[in-house]
Nanobody, 126 residues
Framework: QLQLVESGGGLVQPGGSLRLSCASS????????VAWFRQAPGKEREGVSY????????DYADSVKGRFTISRDNAKNTVYLQMSSLKPEDTAVYYC???????????????????WGQGAQVTVSS
């Protein structure tokens, strides 16, 4: 049974950077696409970034394009989300989610992801 654990969240000033990690246990991440979602208070959950099981098709929401970078290290069973030039509107709980055997382009349909982490709080404030 795949389990996902996010880490790396915290409080950062506007313009700062954070790197979120999504580490798996119980099973290898090799065959899983991983997406990052976020949910701010009072708002709907939104897809932020995606990487396919092969490491291809990296994708970003328009709101984070050019500022966030997704990557994966299968040897460490970890997917990363490097976040730079952070803005107050990036404040949210960030979740990683995994879908097996997905090698194609991004999908942010939450129903398509079978495994979810517990979430990591990111707060951007001065």
């Amino acid at each position: 049974q795949l389990q996902l654990v996010e880490s790396g969240g915290g409080l950062v000033q506007p313009g700062g950077s954070l790197r979120l990690s999504c580490a798996s246990s119980g099973s290898s991440l090799d065959y899983y696409a991983v997406a990052w979602f976020r949910q701010a208070p009072g708002k709907e959950r939104e897809g932020v970034s995606y990487i396919s099981a092969s490491g291809g098709h990296p994708d970003y929401a328009d709101s984070v394009k050019g500022r966030f970078t997704i990557s994966r290290d299968n040897a460490k069973n970890t997917v990363y989300l490097q976040m730079s030039s952070l803005k107050p509107e990036d404040t949210a709980v960030y979740y990683c989610a995994a879908a097996k055997w997905r090698y194609g382009r991004a999908s942010y349909d939450a129903l398509g992801y079978d495994y979810w982490g517990q979430g990591a709080q990111v707060t951007v404030s001065s």
